[in-house]
């Protein structure tokens, strides 16, 4: 969502470059921010008949009057310009949020870790809005009612209802955390996932073989990824959790504008670096508060499986001759001009960076097949 | 007699020690030519063999893949729509500004 806007600012005339979009961006006035967010909202448009219902005239108009309200810079109509919940997972694995939070304390407290220079202190004052929940006019996207009081709890419970997966963490102070655990959740996306991905190792590694012993397997790829769509899409029948990934992804993609460059505040806290781990690493330092070990593969990843599970839960494999999709890196020799590139390279970031994240070896069976049984497993 | 005896030892032992270095460099000196040998027939050897013009034939395999089905026009329109909806600026540090400076700060 952030990073969206960011590249929009760049594209719309009359143009900005990346680090002068970033700085408009990061330096906004929050009730700009949220009147976008509404407009990125409404642009989603929900079909006829899908429930929440479309933005109230009053609303839209509110919208509009926003900073980033221009033409160009608003997602054109049907455009789901925001990351997939997972894209919110892998980056708050990061414990980014919670440092962030130890940042604001410290500035709102004192000069213990540098004074705030003006594009600092706006900075300072859209992330307690964005992340931390002080008042605005559209409290819709955050848990602020007294029955969702902690948004960081909103989103733990939207990972575990949709992938079926906790934060590596509890709280700041290290306690377990408190969040509501849904019934309905999707427990078995882990094993379906990570067992695509081995299946798309298998494909990539033989793309190119045409006489060798060949264990790539369309039709497994394509029933993993069939699967993993059904199941990701049980959780969003009539648009739910679409909201609540939309605020993910914005809290989350505030975090990664922040420490993708050597924005006002890392340079206000010295805590330049030159990549987004580094730059979390140093200003975690300041606050006392280590980042997860794995942090690289986290921001490595982010963008690239938002993609990944985007495709998926759209059906774009359809059918096991479509396979290819999910592991060629450039369209087949033939297509038509104009061709969509297939996420080959995006699935290719992901295995790399999950294994590297989670230590399982995604290129190797654990457990080799067992070939010695020869009958069926028996009914119980 | 004695002392004639051990002289002539020391003087065999001396003499075998000269000899074994001696034969260390000529080996030595072996191994560097061989080398050398090697490397300066290594592409005469393989253009005499044919090897230019055997991979100059297997150069189109470089390309060839297993044919694979055209991506549906609803799925093609689909997939560039999500590309279109997740397109996002680049962080990596090619064309980077503070690269640049970073360079021209080491130039001078």
Redesign the interface.
Known sequence: MIQQLVRRLMMAPPGMSRNDAAHAVLTADPLDLFLHVEQVWSAFNPPPGAAPPLAAPARTALAGGGRFGGAGVVPPAGARAWDHLAYSYVLENTRVVQILRRVVQEFRSGERIGLAHVDTQRWLDATEALLFGSANPFARWLSSSSIRPDSEAQRRNAYFREMGVELAFGTEDNQPPSYVKAEAHNGSFVPLFEELLFELWQAIMNVRNLVGANSQDNDRIYRLAEALQYELRARRLFEALDREELAAATVLGWAELTFSYNSPVISDTGSEGTNEATRLINLGSKVNMAPHSKSSSMFSMAAEISLFLRAIEAGVVSGPEFAWVLYLEAPPPGAPAGAPAPIGAESRRVITEWAAATGRDLKNRAKPVETSRRQLVRVQ | MANTTSASRSRTAAASRSNIASLERTVEALQRTVLLIAEANAVPNLLANGFEEISMKLEPLR??????????PP??R??????????????S?DG???LREQLLHEQY
């Open positions: 390309n060839l893949s297993p044919a694979v089905a055209p991506m549906r799925a093609a689909i997939l560039l729509q999500l590309r279109r909806d997740l397109d996002r600026p680049d962080w540090l980077d500004r503070e």
